[in-house]
């Protein structure tokens, strides 16, 4: 069956960088965009951009760009999201998830929650 | 602020209907993007509610539908049960910002 399984939570400090792992199997990795999506505490859902498996393109939310990268391993068929220059707004519970033929989300990782506090 | 605009919350008696609505505009519903559904049960991930507008996933039941007109949309849940008691969130692409766009999210409540 289709899995995405993250990482446990983290604790980082302010200025400081994370990064999430997002382990695919059930299906044929290059196959389906991943994207990452993630909700702070008592807020809703934002949509952080995406990644294709296949060649390794990415598109990035503007209030993302440039502080975020997002890579995969197709040996492992693992994509990775960093987050740069952590701030407190950035604590929040973030979830990979799988794109479908029509562009909604199928399956989701079980989410990891970084909290950063000095 | 959201793209998408959700009520905060609705809420039913067991066994009544309720209807959430969301609205976007000229650049993301409007534009003839899909409009998808998500459950999110405090603590887990998003579930896929309903997909295409009008779509259920296998094993989700036929009291959730959801329709699609002009620049909105919106979910109906019939027959409520306590196991709906979750927020639900709308979610399409906006034109405008190259983006996938989510509502605010409706948190229902079961009473």
């Known amino acids: 069956q289709v899995q995405l399984v993250q990482s446990g939570a983290e604790v980082r400090k302010p200025g400081a960088s994370v990064q999430i792992p997002c382990k695919a199997s059930?299906?044929?990795?290059?196959?389906?965009?991943i994207h990452w999506v993630r909700q702070a505490p008592g807020q809703g859902l934002e949509w952080m951009g995406l990644i294709d498996p296949s060649g390794g393109d990415t598109h990035y939310a503007q209030k993302f760009q440039g502080r975020v990268t997002m890579t995969r391993d197709t040996a492992t068929s693992t994509v990775y999201m960093e987050v740069r220059s952590l701030t407190s707004e950035d604590t929040a519970v973030y979830f990979c998830?799988?794109?479908?033929?029509?562009?909604?989300?199928?399956?989701w990782g079980q989410g990891t929650l970084v909290t950063v506090s000095s | 602020q959201s793209v998408l605009t959700q009520p905060p919350s609705v809420s039913g008696a067991p066994g009544q209907s309720v209807t959430i609505p969301c609205t976007g505009s000229s650049s993301n519903i409007g534009a003839g993007y899909d409009v998808h559904w998500y459950q999110m049960v405090p603590g887990t991930a998003p579930k896929l509610l309903i997909y295409g507008n009008t779509n259920r996933p296998s094993g989700v039941p036929d009291r959730f539908s959801a329709s699609k007109s002009d620049t909105s949309a919106s979910l109906a849940i019939t027959g409520l049960q306590a196991e709906d008691e979750a927020d639900y969130y709308c979610q399409s692409y906006d034109i405008s910002l190259s983006a996938w766009v989510f509502g605010g999210g409706t948190k229902l409540t079961v009473l």
């Open positions: 059930g299906y044929n990795f290059p196959d389906y965009y």
């Open positions: 998830a799988r794109e479908t033929s029509m562009s909604s989300c199928d399956h």
